[in-house]
């Protein structure tokens, strides 16, 4: 089925602010399936899409695939008014997108020679597919594969740093672009200018620490704000004097910024004409701990209980769905309900099995479900190979992940 989100006839009750009628709901809708099991709710995830588009304040949203990786929901995103443009993760799912899509951004650099010997043959593609670059010799590389005689013009945006280089504290941020001061970025874009086959069409700055920090999850709130106050001034006028410069040297199609968790503050900023989201409309649980915004959890996973080694605990079969990033306890999946489990620390969440251990496990039983949430909102498509579409406590419908459509990206 296609994903319309803006369909009147589908649920339009906020019944995940109630938990007790939320999950329940979702277990009877899955109730006839075996196995694991991944879910959207369409009524919540059109509650987050919309949402974004009411903090973004007018200024288009670039949707980041890495954080869906399903097409029908990208494509449902896109299909509202506030939306335009992907960014995506690899050059590869940049051309497979590109079959459809008119304007496709690379978040990141790209050493895929194959991918970017095709970008080179294809007309069609290289004007709808921008790759990123903080660094000459990336293309060095595009040259060393096809030179510019024998090649489609490729289009370029380059990637300055936005993270904050703080007086006594050193780097705060993401480690990313090596190119910071504006004197910097402008120079990389005078020598792009200066080469034969390359144009340079946009600019991109993602400020990680303001974006991808919650500012209010009981650890350290009162130190982050402080951090993302004094960043965000920084930042400020910094992208400014960044955006000036390299106007100087070519007229940018775009300037890019932000993130689910910034789109407020990157909106104010009048030197971004467009933002990026994504992790905020599937609403891994991650994006919880955030003063400024609730998004409702739209996807989720579910495992059946298969066996019971002590009275408080209730074992699953899978789990180990671990996310991407540093190995603390957030990257793990969040059992929700029923509420109150929790994994063991000596175990985690594992490959095979997850012991789970609460009071509520006493009244689980074999063959029961228990429903989690990722920690990240895009990773979970890499583990199963459809969602199950939920209205209410029905299935509407299904669609496929990358995985899938049989696409292994990274």
């Known amino acids: 089925m296609s994903i319309d989100l803006l369909d009147a006839t589908a649920a339009s009750t906020e019944s995940w602010r109630n938990p007790a009628e939320y999950w329940p709901a979702m277990t009877r809708a899955v109730a006839d399936l075996s196995g694991p ?5 369409l009524p919540a995830l059109r509650y987050n899409a919309l949402d974004m588009v009411v903090r973004s304040s007018g200024v288009p949203i670039r949707v980041a695939s890495k954080s869906v990786r399903v097409r029908q929901v ?17 050059l590869p799912e940049a051309l497979w997108l590109a079959e459809t899509h008119d304007d496709v951004v690379l978040g990141y650099p790209t050493a895929d020679r194959a991918a970017i010997a095709a970008l080179a043959a294809d007309e069609a593609a290289a004007s709808r597919v921008t790759l990123m670059v903080d660094d000459l010799a990336q293309l060095d590389l595009i040259d060393g594969i096809v030179a510019p005689a024998g090649r489609a013009v490729i289009r370029l945006a380059i990637d300055a740093d936005a993270s904050w280089r703080a007086p006594g504290l050193g780097h705060i941020g993401v480690r990313r672009s090596p190119v910071h001061t504006p004197d910097e970025v402008a120079a990389l874009a005078r020598a792009i200018a200066g080469r034969a086959g390359f144009r340079l069409v946009g600019l991109m700055m993602y400020e990680a620490q303001i974006a991808g920090q919650g500012d209010a999850t009981g650890s350290g709130d009162a130190m982050i704000r402080w951090m993302q106050r004094r960043s965000s001034q920084e930042l400020l006028d910094r992208r400014g004097a960044i955006v000036e410069a390299v106007h100087a040297v070519a007229p940018l199609e775009f300037v890019n910024g932000g993130g689910t968790g910034s789109l407020e503050y990157t909106a104010s900023d009048l030197s971004v004409t467009e933002l990026t989201a994504g992790s905020g409309l599937l609403a891994g649980h991650l994006f919880d701990g955030y003063r400024i915004f609730d998004p409702a959890p739209a996807a989720a996973f579910s495992l059946e209980v298969v066996r019971k080694p002590a009275p408080d605990i209730a074992t699953v079969l899978g789990g180990g769905w671990i996310a991407s990033g540093p190995p603390v306890a957030s990257r793990q999946p969040l059992p929700v309900w029923p509420q109150g489990l929790s994994t063991l620390a000596r175990e985690g969440a594992g490959e095979v099995q997850t012991p789970l251990q609460g009071e509520s496990a006493r009244g689980l039983s074999v063959g029961d479900r228990v429903w989690f949430r990722h920690s990240k909102s895009g990773e979970l498509a890499e583990r199963v190979d459809r969602y199950h579409l939920i209205d209410g406590d029905r299935i509407v419908g299904e669609a496929p992940t990358y995985r899938g459509e049989g696409k292994t990206f990274l």
Do not use: M, Q
């Open 74 to 90: 990208v494509d449902a995103t896109l299909a509202l008014p506030g939306y335009h443009g992907i960014l995506a993760f690899t």
């Open 37 to 41: 099991v991944a879910a959207i709710s």
